[in-house]
């Protein structure tokens, strides 16, 4: 069978990465969750103090990028891969609201992206990929067989992370949540290097209203359309 690569691109806390690993899974294709890397980037500037509320050393940052070494391992437990830091297992580490209030000041910096991107492209250039992130169909797959662009109402994608955070024992409110989605989205979409933005050619999906179990199917039909085509 021809695989494909599939780019999942959109708003943070929409559900990309809960898809992609689903998808990923039902087609026995790889998965990059390219969110991780930068996150995983943020955690080693927090870690050397390159970052935080006061500072950001951004030229120290560039300076030591080539420092920072990054890559997945499946964890047959889990069902997918997680991602390590300079041999680390940092899958938990990089899911706090500390390293999401600053990752997106780490993405918009030119040479992190450019690092990464290559990685991304390095890891799909096999196909039988699902990738997904902010970027993936419009600068790291341009060509990319399928492309979805995922969104939600920034309450509905709020109300999600908190309850997502809670669960996991983090003492946060709601208000801080709907906050930091609130700036993700700004600075996502108005950075200068490669901003959020929807593919000419990307399937939307708003999945303010629907569950993980009407998303998935939706598109998984989708998907396995676009695979009949080829």
């Known amino acids: 069978m021809n695989k494909i690569t599939i780019a999942i691109d959109g708003f943070s806390s929409t559900g990309k990465s809960t ?11 790889i998965y990059v969750d390219t969110g991780a890397m930068y996150r995983a980037v ?6 050397h103090e390159y970052i935080n509320e006061c500072y950001f050393y ?15 391992h499946f964890n047959d437990k889990l069902g997918f891969a997680e991602i ?17 209030n600053f990752v997106s000041m780490i993405a918009e910096v030119p040479a992190v992206r450019r690092k990464l991107v290559e990685q991304q492209q390095e890891l799909g250039k096999n196909k039988g990929v699902v990738m997904d ?14 492309k979805f662009f995922i969104t939600a109402s920034a309450d509905k994608r709020a109300k999600r992370r908190f309850d997502e955070l809670i669960k996991k024992g983090d003492k946060v409110t709601y208000n801080e949540i709907l906050k ?5 989205d700004y600075i996502d979409s108005t950075r200068e290097d490669s901003p959020l933005a ?25 998907v396995q359309q676009k695979l009949g085509n080829i």
């Open 84 to 100: 390590f830091l300079n041999d680390a297992n940092v899958e938990n580490d990089i899911r706090t609201l500390e390293v999401s």
């Open 180 to 184: 930091n989605v609130e700036s993700r």
């Open 58 to 72: 951004k030229d120290k940052l560039i300076e030591n990028l080539n420092k920072i070494n990054l890559t997945f």
């Open 42 to 47: 943020t955690l080693y500037a927090m870690q």
């Open 198 to 222: 929807k593919s000419f050619d990307a399937i939307e999906i708003d999945n303010s209203d629907l569950s993980l179990t009407e998303q998935f199917d939706k598109i998984y039909r989708i």
């Open 19 to 29: 898809i992609a690993k689903q998808l990923a899974q039902k087609l026995y294709y």
């Open 133 to 146: 992130g902010r970027d993936i169909g419009t600068v790291v797959f341009p060509n990319a067989e399928l």
